[in-house]
Each structure stands twice: as C-alpha cells, then as structure tokens.
C-alpha cells in the first residue's frame, strides 16, 4: 500500500538523519538563497574551486577515461582560451550536438568560462525539429560529434550561424589524446584546443550568477520545440539545493549518469549536485539495463541520475544475487511511481530517495529533503493548487475572475509564484514565456508561473505528482508535444488530418503516443502504413512516434470544431470501430503491425514489453 499522507510522525522519524546532514544543509541553503545576480559566481568558477581543493580527485568517468579536476578544468580552460581567440564573447551562444562524454561537459564547463552560452540539442531530433531548434537559438557557430555528423549534414543546408567558419568537428575518440579523421569543410575542435593553455582564462566582463549558462530544448506544452534559458543561477541552486542539502554529496562520491545531458535533469539537477561535493560524474553514453549494475560497481558509484521508466526497466530484470551487492545508496530524479517505489528501494538495498519536480524553464522546484516514500518534496517557493478544467492546463476563474484553490488532497493544478526572489526565466520566445504565465490570480496585479502539472498536498507542503495536463504527454522519459508530431505528421503528404494523444499501457510509466488520422482522399484500404513509419523515423526522436495508429474515415469534432480527444483517448487501440483500422509500433520492428485481437489481448496482459 503506497503512502497518500504525510503526519509530523513520520517526518519525526527522519530527523536524525537531517541532524547528520546539518553542516551540508547549513551550507547549502547559504548557495540555495543567493539572490545577487551580479555576484561573479559561476558553473566555471565551481570547477576552478574544486581543481583547486580536489585538484587530484576524479571529476569525470566514461568506459576507462577518468579525469581528475586538474585535468578536467585545463581542458575546459584551452576550450575558453579557443573561443575567446575565435571572437566569441559574453552574451554569445554555440550548439552543441554531442551524445553523452567528457566532450560534452568540458564543452559547457569551457565556454562557461567567458560567458558563452551553450545550447543543448536534443541527440534523438532530425530533419525539420533540429533545424527548428537550432534557428532558434542563432548561434555562433556548432560543436558536432562525429557520432551524429550524419544527422546534421542532413539539415546543415537549412541552418544558418553568426561565425564565418561555424562548423566544427569533435571525433568519436578520446579526443585529448585522438584527433580522429577531420570532414571536409569542418574545423576539427580537439586538435584546435590542444595548442591552446590550459590556465584560467581572466575575463574583464566575465559572466555573473544571473547570466545565461546553457539552453535547454523542452517541448513545452505546444508546437515545435521551445529553448528555456537557464542562467549559473540553476546550477548554484542544484548544487545547494540537491547537492548538499539533499544528497550531502562529498569527494568520495560517485554519481551515475546514464540519463542525456541535454537534458535539465542530468545537466543542472546530477552535475550540480556533483559540483558540490568534489564528486565524480560517471557517464554511459545510453542507459542500458543489463549493464547498470556492472557499471555501478566498475565506477565504485554512491548515486545514480533516474527518470522513473529507467527505475522500471531495472526493476523488470530478474533477480540476481548481486542485486545488493553494490554500494549504491542514493538516486536523485523524478517520475518514479508509487507502485515501485518501495520494491525498488528494497529490492536494491537504496536508502535515500531524491524525487524532486521542477521545469527547465520553472521558477519553482520541489526536493524530497526528508526522504519521505511516494513525494516529490517541498518547497520553499510560493505556490497553490488550483481548481482546473478536466483535460486541460487552464485554471477555472470564479464569477470575480479569481483563481480557486483545491482542500488538502485533492488534486490540483501546480501555479509557482513570480516573484523578485523567484524570477520566471521562460523561453527565448517572448510570446511563448507570456503563455505560461496567469496574471490577476488571486489579486490584482499578481503573476504565477503555470506549468501545467497536477500535483496533490499530502500533508506538511509535501506534495506528490499527479498527471501532467494539456498538449503533452510523457513517454520514455521524455516529454512529447502533441502539436509537434501532429504537424510533422500534417507534413507527410499522406493525411488529411490528424490527432495526437497519449493513452496508457498496462505496465509501462508515462502514456504512449497514439495518432488517429485520416488517409489522403479517406481511402483507408490504400494507407501505406510503413511509408508513415519511414517518415517518422526520418522526421521525429523514437520516443516521440506514435507506438499506435488508428486509421479512419473521419474524426468527430464538437459544434466549435475542436477533436473529441477525450472519446478517443477512451477508444485508445482497441478494435471496437469495425471500420478503422489500427496498427502498433512492436518493439525490437521497424514497421507497424496491424493489430489483431490477440495482439490486443497480449498487449492488455502486459505480456508485451513496451
């Protein structure tokens, strides 16, 4: 039976491990609070601190590269010191399309330096998103990894950068060691940098807390892609926040990173926390469930980076011996079920659970400071639950036009105050930032940031996560925009229309992507189904394609025009309409399969592992 309320006894029962954290906590709420944004203290002077305190301790593992903080910082500096000779400066923005390596970080930690800021493409987009994300930013110029060159090539043609030579190439090597081959018509970055010193770079208007670091891609709740600034300031509260009032990570602690550093939770929320404490990130390029715990052990790891469906797959291994033996006992993350969290932390021996819920773009967070089961935490930030329209991220407004707030328990739509202390970021697109913010909520003249999630109060500001709402829907880990796919689809030239939803499947975390279409000319017989599925592998990350397709004759809409997605989101894959035909994306295939009444019987068995 999972836990729906938290009492004062059972927040009792953690304090003495609080007492034990007091020094760290102490420390981290000092980081936590800073509110100067002019104060000059950044993701680069964190590294310079700890290759100063921890010079010759571990700051960075991949497969058997280990770098200590010395090594780490000069590599990053010889990045800053290229930049800076290329022109670039404070303000200024590159692309960085890497998979998960040192490459990646000693990018971010480099540029950093002198206050260029580095936008983190997304590895799983192509074709037209790419291209979207990185127009959106302007950049300078781009870092490429030779292990997606392809896929940049396929759009560098529609692309355009500030900087006379913007192409740049870092090889699939160790590439402080291995230039590796240099295509034709790119600047081979790691054979550039190694002429360079490896000193900290003196800049006369170096970047300040409340400049921009990094720019991470979120869905956003519609259309294409949306890039949320996020300034030093993010990595300063992680690294109080989680690092050492939550985690107390020390120099002696390994993290695991096995999530995509283009993402918040891996960037800010894992490497900040790792910052803190003089600790090592442990990275694997892509996260495997066979390997995780060989990985554990081979990097002596203390703390791993989770999303709830990697908790899930780890849990559907068998059971094994060693399942203990490990010296694992934190994870920090978010999305992890209440239905698993308990065996999972049985199971595999973890005492602290770290769930937190925040947006990359958010004012506000929530951290499971007391380790409590089935709660992303509490926070110190102002917020409300609100009454809500079913379905939707809009907030019902009385007949005074005032917000509602929901009784204790009940679910409610999650408003994060705006305020001088907790400042809004948004997105790089104005009209977008205006979107996510309700004004005159519950007085005049007041703003609150909304990001669309439903949560529930537990008890004692603890909150637990309940759906997120409105056009996006989670799969893999990933959130997906509704509005993106149904355009790319809309695209394909084989539709006339198309809705995108997401509906559950027994046994999986998140909602798999569905879309009910209509063919060209309605001609449902003639859908070629694996031409679509081409033009999605082509066009969309895997997460983010429809694992089911309904094909029919016409999709229902109200007197106002707008899809019955609630009737089809209901309807999900069954074969209940005799005239549409419905097809699956089954794992390890690389085509849709028409869905047939066993297929249907096995998917609802769980027999399937999705």
């Known amino acids: ?119 983190m493409l997304n590895t799983s987009q192509k074709g ?21 060159l392809d896929t940049f090539e396929n759009v560098r043609g529609h692309v355009a950068f500030g900087h006379s030579s913007p192409y740049h190439f870092v090889p699939d090597t160790d590439s402080i060691h291995d230039f590796g081959r240099t295509p034709e018509g790119y600047i081979n970055l790691a054979q550039k ?34 890039a949320a600034p996020g300034s030093h300031r993010k990595f300063i509260k992680a690294y109080g926040g989680f690092g050492l009032m939550t985690l107390n990570m020390g120099p002696s602690d390994v993290l695991y990173c096995t999530l995509p550093l283009y993402h918040a939770t891996a960037l800010l929320v894992c490497w900040g926390s790792v910052l803190s404490g003089g600790s090592a990130i442990a990275m694997r390029r892509k996260f495997s469930a066979t390997e995780f715990w060989n990985d554990v052990r081979r990097y002596g790891a203390t703390t791993f980076g989770y999303v709830g469906e990697l908790c899930r797959y780890l849990l559907n291994q068998p059971p094994s011996p060693d399942d203990r033996s490990h010296g ?92 001088a202390k907790w400042a809004f970021e948004g997105y790089t697109q104005k009209e977008a930032t205006e979107q996510s913010i309700l ?87 003639a859908f070629d189904a694996r031409k679509l599925f081409n033009y999605l592998q082509e066009n969309l990350p895997p997460y983010a394609i429809p694992v089911f397709v309904r094909v029919t004759s016409a999709i229902e809409k109200t007197g106002t025009f707008k899809y019955k997605k609630v009737d089809l989101k209901k309807a999900g894959h069954s074969l209940d309409r005799e005239d549409d035909v419905v097809y699956v994306w089954l794992p390890k295939t690389q085509e849709y399969t028409r869905l047939d009444a066993a297929l249907v019987k096995q998917i609802g068995d769980g027999e399937i592992s999705f």
């Open 439 to 525: 004004r005159d909520v519950f007085k005049k003249g007041d703003a609150w940031f909304n990001p669309g999630d439903v949560l529930k109060e537990i008890g004692w500001r603890h909150l637990q996560f309940v759906d997120r709402m409105g056009d996006t829907f989670r799969w893999k880990g990933e959130n997906v925009s509704t509005t993106e796919v149904e355009n790319i689809i809309d695209e394909s030239g084989l539709v006339e229309e198309a809705i995108v939803y997401g509906v559950e499947i027994p046994g999986t975390n998140g909602k798999a992507g569905m879309v009910t279409l209509v063919p060209q000319q309605g001609d449902i017989v």
């Open 328 to 419: 694992l006992t934190k994870m920090i993350g978010n999305g992890l079920r209440p239905s698993i969290w308990r065996p999972f932390k049985e199971r595999f021996g973890v005492e602290t659970v770290a769930e937190l819920y925040a947006s990359s773009e958010g004012n506000i967070g929530f951290s499971n400071f007391f380790n409590m089961d089935n709660t992303v935490g509490f926070t110190t930030a102002p917020y409300a639950l609100v009454k809500y329209h079913e379905g939707t991220r809009d907030p019902i407004r009385g007949d005074k036009g005032r917000l509602e707030k929901v009784k204790q328990g009940q679910p409610g739509l999650l408003l994060g105050e705006i305020t």
């Open 128 to 148: 037209k998103v790419l291209e979207h994300s990185i127009n959106l930013i302007a950049p300078q110029l781009i870092i490429v990894g030779e292990e997606l």
């Open 193 to 226: 940098i190694s002429g360079y010193r490896g000193d900290n770079p003196t800049v006369r208007n170096g970047p300040r807390l409340g400049d921009t670091a990094v720019y991470i891609y979120t869905s956003g709740t519609t259309g294409l892609p949306k």
């Open 1 to 119: 039976m999972t836990q729906d309320t938290i009492s004062v006894g059972d927040l009792v029962r953690q304090l003495p491990g609080v007492m034990r954290r007091a020094p760290a906590i102490a420390k981290g709420l000092y980081y936590y609070s800073i509110e100067n944004d002019r104060k000059a203290l950044t993701l680069g002077t964190l590294i310079e601190r700890n290759a100063g305190k921890y010079g010759s301790r571990p700051a960075v593992m991949c497969d058997d590269r280990r770098l200590t903080y010395t090594e780490f910082n000069a590599w990053a500096n010889r990045i800053a010191h290229y930049l800076r000779a290329q022109g670039l400066k404070k303000g200024d923005s590159i692309a960085v399309l890497l998979e998960n390596r040192p490459e990646l970080l000693a990018m971010v930690a480099g540029a950093a330096k002198i206050g260029v800021a580095c936008a």
